[in-house]
């Protein structure tokens, strides 16, 4: 498993593994706690996994969670998706820097998302499987939401959102949730 430092938010790795394919399809190892611990992760700290299922234009995000923050291990299991994170980190030397990827099943990427980074994501083949290995138990409480079109983050999302969530057609601006976050 090769492990990539991702240069635009700090802190944040890509784990790529290597399937091993043959005739019945393939096989490969997607979460090994000695790779993630050679980063100075803790691989104990993940308590929760989840998985989201979206057909093809489902844009969901921009997420994050509020007070402690929440870190996690994303992975396209099944199909592909454009993922996107933003470092909301005010401390972080890269405030305010964008990644984009594209995750999928075939090649089984997992990106680590370090607490503080807003995260989202569009489906871009008819089914997509999310999977996510967080380190808190989710709170409702301290869900953020942070506008998918905002200009001034620019995301140049592949396709026209075809369905989101109500929370996230709602989602206020980068600009309101920073404000929210200082006052």
């Known amino acids: 498993m090769m492990t990539t430092e991702v ?38 700290a993940f308590l929760q996994d989840s998985v989201s299922r979206s057909v093809r234009g489902v844009l969901r995000g921009l997420h994050l969670r509020s007070g402690a923050g929440e870190a996690k291990l994303v992975r396209c299991s099944h199909g592909t ?21 594209e995750l999928s099943g075939e090649r089984q990427t997992t990106l680590y998302i370090p607490a503080g980074c807003a995260h989202g994501f569009q489906s871009l083949t008819e089914t997509s499987d999310v999977s996510y290995r967080i380190d808190r138990p989710h709170d ?38 920073l404000k929210q976050r200082k006052g």
Do not use: K, N
């Open 7 to 44: 240069p635009e938010i700090a802190g944040a790795y890509l784990f790529e593994p290597t399937p091993h394919a043959d005739e019945r399809g393939f096989f490969c190892r997607t979460f090994d706690a000695e790779v993630v611990r050679s980063v100075g992760l803790d691989p104990a």
């Open 140 to 177: 409702p409480a301290e869900d953020v939401t942070i506008a998918f079109d905002d200009p001034e983050l620019a995301i140049p999302w592949p396709l026209p959102p075809t369905s989101m969530s109500q929370r996230d057609r709602e989602a206020p601006s980068l600009a309101e949730v």
């Open 81 to 101: 998706v454009f993922d996107v994170v933003v470092d909301l980190r005010t401390d972080s030397p890269t405030y305010l820097g964008r990644a984009f990827f």
